[in-house]
């Protein structure tokens, strides 16, 4: 790229060595622990997209080991059982996610009523003219294909609504149709006035790939998820390093190559697992576990996935995604270890 500026990338950090698998495996438990615990002392108590990811991230983690619900994540909605949360943004949806997977048992169905205006709110936010969810006004990102069509996904089975579970299929399509690149599968953070800055962003990737692992894995999107996500997923192992954490835009661009960014590669190792078992799919099986044996060895002694890009804004060039800060823990970050774990225990057989 002509003007192209290096000056970030000719200074990265040197990756970490991956955990080795029976390393990972008799840390598994500590690794839990610590990240939960951690993600405690963030404070965790806005009504937002960072609190929403780590909220179900605990709840599968706890699922998928056959241990209770953690306290805090009780303790996070008790309020917002008697008083509704403010909801003006598509972000605000995500802790709904979580919600509709504790409303039946652990709440005793106390939630149903916030579950289904939140829903109400959500199927009259601002679209685009193709019906897309709108970031911000006139912009499409793949953030909102985890922040909004989990909840829809989630909430759509728990009361039985077919119509929720049908638009959480159709956000996720309309996102992929504007932001994926149809020869590869990467996935671009998104467009502003319709205008697609191709940037593929790692997170934006993950975003993407969870949910629509979720999709597949529910058996909802039918051939088209399918496909695309295994597009994706396949374009994805070709730019995995052999330290196995992807750099900050994923496929391998100067002004980014080498700048890592861990909770990107947790998630995508999360939906690699979740797909891989899904389709037997051994190829993304063994790269989900590269990237989760690497994102791992980031974790550090107090619990903190390190090494986690701050909030981003979407970017005009690539340089800037090689300069957003990444020295401070971040809630995003905590789920999506968090996820990755959950994925681990659900695709392995002890």
């Known amino acids: ?112 009523g916030l579950l289904e205006r939140t829903m109400e709110w959500c199927l009259q936010a601002p679209r685009t003219a193709d019906g897309a969810l709108e970031h911000w006004p006139g912009a499409v990102w793949a953030d909102t294909a985890y922040m909004a069509a989990q909840p829809l996904l989630r909430v759509g089975r728990v009361l039985q609504r077919d119509d929720l579970i049908e638009e959480a299929v159709r956000q996720w399509l309309l996102h992929a149709e504007a932001l994926q690149d149809p020869a590869t599968g990467l996935v671009a953070h998104g467009t502003t006035g319709g205008i697609l800055m191709p940037w593929r962003w790692g997170r934006a990737n993950a975003w993407m790939a969870l949910t629509g692992a979720d999709l597949l894995t529910y058996g909802y999107g039918g051939d088209e998820v399918r496909q695309r996500i295994e597009l994706q997923l396949s374009s994805l192992i070709e730019y995995l390093p052999e330290y196995g954490i992807w750099d900050v835009i994923v496929d391998d661009l100067p002004e980014t190559r080498g700048i890592i960014e861990t909770s990107a590669s947790a998630g995508l190792a999360a939906a690699l697992l979740r797909v891989g078992r899904k389709l037997d799919r051994d190829d993304f099986l063994a790269a989900g576990r590269r990237a989760l044996l690497a994102s791992m060895a980031y974790v550090d002694q107090d619990g903190w996935l390190t090494r986690v890009s701050a909030g981003t804004v979407l970017q005009l060039v690539p340089f800037g995604y090689s300069v957003i800060r990444d020295d401070r823990p971040q809630p995003w970050g905590q789920g999506l270890a968090l996820e990755a774990l959950a994925a681990w225990h659900e695709t392995t057989t002890p």
Do not use: K, Y
């Not at 960072?50 to 303790?75: D, I, K, M, S």
């Not at 995500?94 to 169905?109: I, K, N, S, T």
């Open 1 to 112: 790229m002509v003007g192209e500026d290096l000056s970030s990338s000719q200074l990265a950090e040197a990756p970490r060595s991956p955990l080795t698998p029976d390393a990972f495996v008799a840390q598994s438990n500590t690794l839990a622990t610590l990240l939960d615990a951690a993600t405690v002392r963030l404070g965790m108590d806005r009504w937002f997209w960072g609190e929403g990811v780590c909220l179900l991230a605990a709840v599968r983690l706890a699922q998928a080991r056959g241990t209770p619900t953690p306290q805090w994540v009780l303790r996070f909605f008790e309020p917002h059982l008697e008083r509704d949360p403010i909801v003006e943004h598509v972000n605000n949806l995500a802790p709904v996610a979580a919600l509709a997977e504790l409303c039946e048992h652990e709440f005793e169905g106390r939630g149903r």
